[in-house]
């Protein structure tokens, strides 16, 4: 049995699973102050006889072993977890750990039980209340001097935007453009009240196709997954599909994108798929 805790800003998912990557149980807890929620994480995880445990968590958090930082959530809005120890606060389970963000652990997911299995390079986009990327580069989850924060890239705006994104720090973000509360603050209703609107989607996959070209261009990923709360307007798919490939301009030739149908895809575990990447992570502490 392995243990999995999925950090989430609202809630923490914890579960057992099996190395095969089947969840035995799960249950969710509210993250509320480090005080009140890690007591009941460490409470469920006692008495399961776990052999180890993969953390997945909201960021920006350490994750290089061996640094002062690893296993520290960092320079967060969330006041109470800024600067928290989170691994560090874990270690009472007495078994070996594994950590990495929650898009990594969706990407590693993914590589593992799912649509990615058997490729090396793939990169995991979550579109929610935030916008997030987890990156496999050959066969390696992508850390580099933090890691990757690519909801946070540049973009040059759609000839039809009026207003700048809603991210505090850029005024033309990906994330403060397509995000759920992206779209709520250009159209002024929640993203599952204007399914019904093209001239939105439209929009929204401009942004998001303007993006894949550049991880494309960057990271060559042999096959992009979205996930998260708004691509589950799947009208979405064929566009962003169609405007990455305008975007990239007929500039690459490559088997992945003459089938893009298959190269820019859903995630393929409904909705397992962070759980069951920590699971991975888990083993992974094991050297399994
Ligand atoms: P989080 O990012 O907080 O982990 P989600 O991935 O579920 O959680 O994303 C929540 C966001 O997704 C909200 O902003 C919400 O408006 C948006 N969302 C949820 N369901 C839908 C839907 N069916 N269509 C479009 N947007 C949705
Ligand atoms: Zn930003």
Redesign the pocket.
Known sequence: MIGALEA???KMVCAVGTEDGKILEQVSIPTTTPGETMPQILGYFKGKDIRALGVGTFGPVGVRPGTPEYGFILDTPKLDWRHFDLLGSLAPLGVPMGLDTDVNASCLGEMTYGCAAGLESVIYI?I???VGLGAAVEGKLLHGMLHPEAGHILLSRHQKEWQNGCCPYHQNCLEGYV???A??KRWGK???DL?DNPTVWAMESYYIAQALADFILTLSPQKIILG???M??EQLFPLIREKTLAFLGGYLHTMELEDIDNYIVPASLGGDQGIMGCIKLGLGALGE
């Open positions: 989430g800003g609202t979550t929610g209340t935030g995000s759920g509360p779209i709520e929640k993203a599952a399914a998260g709360g708004v589950k307007q």
